[in-house]
């Protein structure tokens, strides 16, 4: 969404501040993204359960959230990239994510280490796969959507030619099953020890620490943040790098919940990604949103998925709905909003 | 020739909000003739062509083409009337090609609409023989061309058909000594061909050459209108003159310490050999023309624009930034040209914009921010400059154009800095506020900072600085302080008037 700048007129008399953003009474609460996809899930989940009177029971709630920590992740990764502005976009993170799988599988399949050892050398290679897309896009000057194809592309295969059409195992040791299968108070272990942490820590860097604002300040003028003295390339590189560990988190997570790496696991999870993200309220130019709605447009997607999927829809319709749920919750978003998404 | 002009304004005015930018000029162009029209930074040149091109429609006065009324809604329709205006940064289609630049928004077609790319050839290989181009431009990408090219480019395209008025903005600024006699010529051949030559310049020295007669334009107003040659003294007496309000300029008689000093700063294409001084609590203004290369400097001094010669000293010690976050550091503090584009974040709160500069001092473990700080911090600021913003929170976009300066110069000292330069601190800002930015200004130095203040408005410098240095050309070629500093002196440094005969400058 564009957010309507406010110009103060050239009537402003000297020192009067300009008047208030103008907005409709009332509307400034929907106006924010974040009240706007709540109230959404709500309505969808009511939708949802009348549809199935299975959708509400506590099993299936539980099993829909695991569908959304790998895809979550993503998300996150991706709304990184994107608010850092520049045309910032990773369309490799699928890649990334089937890639640094397979680079776990084989760890733990031909070098025999255990799967938590493999796991942190996973993250480690997610984030050197990250670095790539950095180094592309901030030191060679490639543009993010040219630069992050090519990797998906080349990652993709990459991971193909490794496990040469076959997928690997052994990831069922010592306990490694927990992450993806298990459950703590009845809530999936990757939801609460890996989704919900990740979120709550980036959503609190960005508030609250130097760097966070530093993203929001490139994202908004790179010129202008230069000349405050913030390392544009640097910073924009970190979170190419930030959005490859967050893959390699979803692949260490997928492997443990299916317990095989496949070359194809996160084939198409980019543009799903992507599309979360600005659900979720980021502006697709950088600077503007937060990762909050980001979370909230994880569980409405989730929601939607998985109501559909008991109500006997079909995938092909499903991802037409996802489309039509983007292109909705923007355009109503702009006629109830005028004001701006801020950080 | 005829009897009637080609072009004649009569009380022409123009006003921007509650800046007059143009009052009641009149004058007259005949077919033929070479008119160059005089005035410094500001003094409503651009304008008077904007108006004549078909920019902005003018408020008062009558413009006649000929014996018609002459008021175009759009450049499109200046130019359809025969009024064309080659800019002085020109702007093009560089990856098209010459002949598709030519017809750009006037295409020519045949009966079917298609594009009749024959027809267009000929007519541009005509227009360019009568301008003794070569045809053999045409068909190269109009970025491969060297700037005097596609500067003819653009004159061809301007008189392709039915000129009457050629308006050129000060079109040998970039070009080089053999380039420039070229554009003469052309000029000299479109004047004989019968067109009307409005021609936009600093350089004296060719106003001889080019031009028939001259006007000068001062603060808007139209101060005189003569026969060239003319001595060069008496262009500045009429060019200068003002009255200028000199109860608030500044004489910094105590000695202070060196804050900053430059020697042999050098970067190509930029500026050269650059030696400066600025003294701990003084004020020195950096005047020039656009483009002397004053902005490149400041950047460079800033760590944003690193020379590729020459020694800094802060303080006393050994000065190299690398980077803008060094020169921070370091105590340098630098507001930008641009607000809009350089200076705030739009999308975040006043509060925000006041703290980017500051965030390394309120950065702990992690990064994690001390936010009490941050805000005693903000709210200093706020009062300190009497910021208009009802909250911190208050998006900075919903200030006025003077607060949000305001708001960029409390971002600025918060970092507590030794050396602040200020890119055009004034520029687009309403009166009052002026008046109080420029007082801030004097607080600063009064507190022992120190300050280099770009402007290309003179009256600005005058009133507030101990000093005023002059850049042209990427070189500074004037210092000048007590009685030199004056308004004549200083343009004849910028327009490189020698003092002594009146003559051009060697």
């Known amino acids: 969404m564009t957010a309507p700048t406010h110009r103060p007129t050239a009537a402003t008399p000297p020192g009067a501040p300009a008047s208030r953003p103008a907005g409709r009474p009332g509307s400034a609460l929907f106006a924010d993204r974040r009240v706007f996809l709540l109230a959404l899930i709500v309505v969808v989940g009511a939708v949802m359960s009348l549809l199935s009177p299975y959708f509400l029971q506590v099993d299936n709630l539980l099993s829909m959230t695991q569908y959304g920590a790998v895809i979550g992740l993503l998300a996150l990764g991706q709304a990184l990239v994107i608010l850092g502005g520049g045309g910032g976009i990773d369309l490799s993170i699928g890649s990334s994510l089937s890639l640094s799988g397979v680079f776990m599988g084989l760890l733990t399949q031909s070098a025999g280490l255990s799967p938590w050892l493999a796991a942190v050398l996973a993250l480690v290679f997610g984030a050197f796969l990250g670095l790539i897309n950095g180094i592309l896009v901030g030191v060679i000057g490639i543009p993010p959507l040219i630069a992050t194809l090519s990797t998906l592309y080349f990652y993709g295969s990459l991971a193909n030619v490794i496990t040469n059409g076959k997928q690997f195992g052994g990831f069922d040791r010592q306990g490694f099953s927990f992450l ?28 609250r620490t130097r760097s966070g604002q530093h993203t929001y300040e490139v994202g908004t003028s790179d010129r202008a943040a230069a000349l405050v003295g913030v390392d544009v390339r640097r910073l924009r590189i970190g979170l190419y790098v930030l959005a490859g560990v967050l893959a390699a988190v979803g692949a260490v997570v997928t492997n443990s919940w299916l317990l095989t790496a496949r070359p194809s696991a996160g084939t198409g999870f980019e543009l799903q990604a992507i599309t979360i993200a600005v659900l979720g309220g980021i502006n697709i130019f950088g600077g503007r949103g937060h990762l909050s709605g980001v979370f909230l447009a994880v569980v409405l997607v989730v929601v939607v998925n998985t109501g559909l999927q008991l109500a006997g829809v079909g995938n092909s319709v499903q991802v037409g709905i996802l489309g039509a749920l983007l292109i909705v919750s923007v355009l109503l978003n702009r006629v109830i909003g005028p004001r701006g998404e801020r950080p | ?91 093009f289609f560089e990856h098209l090609t010459v002949l598709e630049n030519i017809f750009t928004g006037r295409e020519l077609v045949d009966v079917l609409g298609q594009l009749a790319w024959r027809r267009m050839r000929r007519q541009a290989t005509e227009a360019f023989a009568d301008l003794k181009l070569d045809p053999g431009l045409l068909d190269r990408p109009m970025g491969s061309l060297s700037l005097a090219e596609q500067q003819q480019v653009l004159i061809a395209r301007a008189v392709h058909d039915r000129c009457r008025v050629l308006i050129l903005d000060e079109p040998t600024s970039i070009l080089t000594a053999n380039e420039a006699e070229r554009l003469f010529d052309v000029v000299d051949r479109l004047a004989a061909a019968g067109v009307a030559i409005l021609y936009i310049t600093h350089r004296f020295d060719e106003l001889a050459r080019v031009a028939d007669r001259f006007v000068i334009l001062k603060d808007g107003v139209l101060v005189a209108d003569l026969p060239t040659p003319a001595d060069h003294n008496e262009i500045i ?102 607000r809009k584009t350089q200076g705030i974040f739009p999308a975040m709160s006043t509060g925000k914009n006041i703290a980017a500069a500051s965030l390394d001092r309120f950065a702990g473990g992690l990064g994690r921010l001390d936010r009490t700080g941050l805000n005693t911090m903000v709210a200093e600021g706020i009062s300190r400059l009497r910021i208009k913003a009802p909250t911190p929170d208050f998006p900075i976009t919903g200030l006025s154009g003077g607060h949000q300066q305001k708001t960029l110069f409390a971002r600025w000292l918060a970092t507590d800095p030794k050396l602040f330069i200020l890119d055009e601190p004034t520029r687009g800002i309403d009166v009052g506020t002026k008046a109080e930015i420029h007082s801030q200004i004097i607080g600063f130095a009064d507190q022992g900072m120190g300050v280099l203040i770009i402007s290309s408005e003179l009256p600005e410098l005058l009133a507030v600085c101990d000093r005023i240095l002059v850049m042209r050309a990427g070189r500074l070629v004037a210092d000048l302080r007590g009685e030199d500093r004056n308004e004549a002196a200083i343009l004849r440094a910028t327009l490189g008037v020698d003092d002594a005969d009146g003559k051009e400058g060697t």
Do not use: C
């Open chain 2, 1 to 91: 020739m005829t009897t009637t002009p080609t072009i004649t304004l009569h009380g022409v005015g123009k006003s921007f909000g509650a800046t007059r930018a143009l009052s009641d000029v009149s004058f007259s162009v005949a077919a033929g003739e070479r008119l160059a029209v005089l005035g410094e930074n500001g003094a409503g040149k651009s304008t008077l062509m904007k108006i004549l091109a078909g920019v902005h429609p003018a408020d008062t006065g009558t413009v006649r083409l000929g014996a018609d009324p002459y008021t175009p809604a759009s450049p499109a329709a200046a130019m359809a009337q025969g009024v064309s205006i080659v800019y002085q940064e020109p702007s």
């Open chain 1, 180 to 207: 993806g299968q298990g459950a703590v108070a009845g809530v999936p272990v990757q939801v609460l020890l890996v989704l919900i942490p990740a979120f709550a820590i980036a959503a609190w860097a960005m508030k």
């Open chain 2, 237 to 338: 007496r009429l060019m200068s003159g003002r009255q200028i309000d000199t109860v608030s300029a500044r004489e910094n008689t105590v000695a202070a310490a060196e804050l900053l000093t430059v020697r042999g700063l050098h970067r190509p294409g930029e500026f050269e050999d650059i030696d400066l001084t600025v003294h701990e609590g003084e004020i020195v203004g950096l005047y020039g023309l656009v483009g002397a290369g004053r902005t490149e400097l400041a950047l460079s001094i800033f760590g944003d624009n690193p020379a590729s010669a020459g020694a800094m000293t802060l303080s006393g010690s050994s000065y190299r930034p690398g980077s803008a976050r060094e020169a921070i550091a370091a105590g340098v503090a630098y507001l930008p040209e641009d």
